[in-house]
């Protein structure tokens, strides 16, 4: 991850944002897609009920990338990050109606129909499980990976909410994990989850079977072949985009010098190429255009201008504007039949 351009790096944790909230939603049988929650991620306003569904969880996942993040430490900080989760999408029967959590029971099934859990009951059990989630994420005589795996057996366990659970315990699992591990990593742990259910479902099984005596042991192994899954993922992944993004670099040159380009337009091109090889989209917004050559939004646009009458940019969305490389330029790059990341 540090061997590739923060233009990359930027455009490679978005695009598995929005492949994270996909499916984490998937896992919970929600449909959404991955141009969905762009343009939820997008959007100026949060008012849009559509937009406000997967914005708030997306802006969460994009947080774990950055420093400043703090680990929850309170059954109240939990709280606060289910109600960000689930902002918009709760209709009032579903509100958790105790004084943090869910007043009444709530039962986990399989298919809709087979009950496989029933969540802790009274209102005190699920927080005196949920402080022994969050004393367990701090003990020190654990392996940080293997607490973050225990709490997450115990937030679901818990069950502490009416709907919702899975998505928040997913974020809550990232958020331990982002402690330990790369964020590519805890980035690509749903998609690893969505299409390994029957692993993951085992996990939590063996620990309630009985004649285990709720004995962790496998389901941390489970746990551990999935971000296991995820890690080769996001590897063979990174090394495609790398092999491309050489390819392209040793192009650059060529471009800006046949096409008789400034410096600041073979810049917006080299971006626009790094968010094509990197990103889930090939698509930047004036904003992030500017930003990444360092330029204000006026110029930028002028520099828009001329790529886009020498068609090597074109608009691909106008609200807001959005630009991508034309398939022109494209090919003056030999990014032609190059493998990308996007969708990978």
Do not use: C
Not at 206 to 211: D, Q
């Amino acid at each position: 991850m540090r061997s590739i351009p923060p233009i990359a790096q930027t455009a490679l944790v978005r695009g598995l944002v929005f492949d994270e909230v996909v499916n984490s939603n998937a896992i919970e049988e929600i449909h959404s897609t991955r141009a969905q929650v762009k343009e939820a991620l997008d959007a100026r306003s949060t008012q849009d009920s559509e937009f406000r569904r997967f914005k708030e969880l997306a802006q969460l996942y994009l947080e774990l990338g950055k420093a400043e993040h703090e680990m929850p430490q309170t059954v109240q900080e939990i709280r606060a990050i289910y109600d960000k989760i689930m902002d918009g999408e709760l209709p009032d029967s579903k509100l958790p109606d105790g004084d943090i959590f869910r007043a009444d029971g709530v039962d986990v099934t399989a298919g809709g129909v087979k009950v496989v859990h029933r969540g802790l009951e009274p209102e005190s059990k699920i927080v005196e499980a949920i402080e022994m989630m969050l004393q367990t994420m701090r003990r020190d005589d654990m392996p940080e990976m293997i607490s973050a795996l225990a709490s997450h057996y115990l937030f679901e366990y818990a069950h502490p909410f009416y709907d919702g659970n899975g998505r928040t315990g997913r974020y809550l699992l990232a958020l331990f994990l982002s402690e330990t591990l790369s964020v590519p990593t805890v980035l690509s742990l749903s998609r690893a989850i969505a299409e390994n259910r029957s692993v993951y479902y085992r996990a939590f099984a063996s620990v309630e079977n009985a004649l285990n005596r709720a004995e962790m042991t496998f389901f941390v192994s489970d746990m551990l072949t999935l971000v296991r899954i995820a890690q080769v993922s996001i590897l063979e992944r990174l090394l495609k985009s790398k092999e491309a993004f050489r390819a392209i670099e040793k192009q650059m040159d060529n471009l800006v010098q046949d096409q008789g380009l400034s410096d600041k337009e073979g810049s917006i091109v080299f971006v626009l190429a790094q968010f094509e090889l990197f990103g889930m989209y090939g698509t930047a917004t004036i904003d992030e255009l500017a930003w990444n050559i360092k330029l204000g939004k006026q110029m930028t646009r002028k520099h828009l201008a001329s790529l886009e009458a020498a068609e090597l940019v074109w608009k691909v969305k106008a609200r807001p504007a959005e630009f991508a490389l034309t398939d022109h330029a494209r090919y003056l790059l030999g990014m032609d039949g190059v493998p990308v990341s996007g969708g990978a």
